[in-house]
């Protein structure tokens, strides 16, 4: 990890730093300096994944948090501020869904499980962090919502889809509030994207979906994580309370 820039000494809390699209973003913000907190509950994916950035000489640690719960961000936030003394880069990846039944078969359980993990996750970690920031006049929020927040994507849960439309007008209102401060609030709007869940879940419908994609390909993770890395930087100091739409072209907004 030779490269080094802007964010260099910066600290990033990436929630779902295990895998898929927090992983590559945990790790395009260490190749560019930043020392990075990896939040997961998955604590054999998540050390690997610490251990992998330091082996290519950046500097990470894995904290087991659950991105739910306000007491667990709460102590990792204070983790991350022992070992570093500082917070410079939140990305809310923490997110998704395993069903999507029919609004009549969607329980109450399932609804909360779904938007507690895609959208209160995002408002506790914005709200723990968030103090820090506007102390230290700067700060960086990166969201990651979904096309299906956007569009009525049928093969989204209908829960996912309302949270992560919430995302996106939670991001607009925090970042008006945060702006003042130094601290920039935007979201991203993946398509689809080539992560291990999504390779599963889509994998009979991979061609279907790459002939609608004017690119030509799927998304893999590392296109999701150079779309937060510019969001993350310094330089974007005049970009906040915006949705960058990260889909090869398959929806035009």
Known sequence: MEN???????VALVTAGAVGIGEATAERLAYEGARVALLDLDEAKGEA???????????????????????EIKAAVEVAL???????????????????PAIEDLDEAQWRRVVDLNLKSVFLCARAVMPFMKKARYGRIVNIASQAGRDAVAETGLAYGAAKAGLFGFCRRLSVEAAPHGVTVN??????????????VHKDRIPEIVAKIPVGRVADAADIADAVWFLARPEA??????????NGGRYVH
Not at 53 to 60: R, Y
Not at 89 to 100: K, T
């Open 82 to 100: 022992h070992a570093w003394g500082r917070i410079d880069i939140l990305v809310n990846c923490a997110g998704g869904f395993v069903e999507n």
């Open 49 to 71: 994944a610490a251990r992998r950035i330091q082996a290519e000489g950046g500097e990470a640690r894995f904290i087991n948090t659950d991105a739910t719960s306000s007491n």
């Open 187 to 200: 979201t991203v709007a993946p398509g689809v994207v080539l992560t291990p869940r999504t390779a599963v």
């Open 4 to 10: 080094k820039s802007s964010i260099q000494g910066h």
């Open 237 to 246: 100091r005049y970009v906040t309370g915006v949705t960058l739409d990260v």
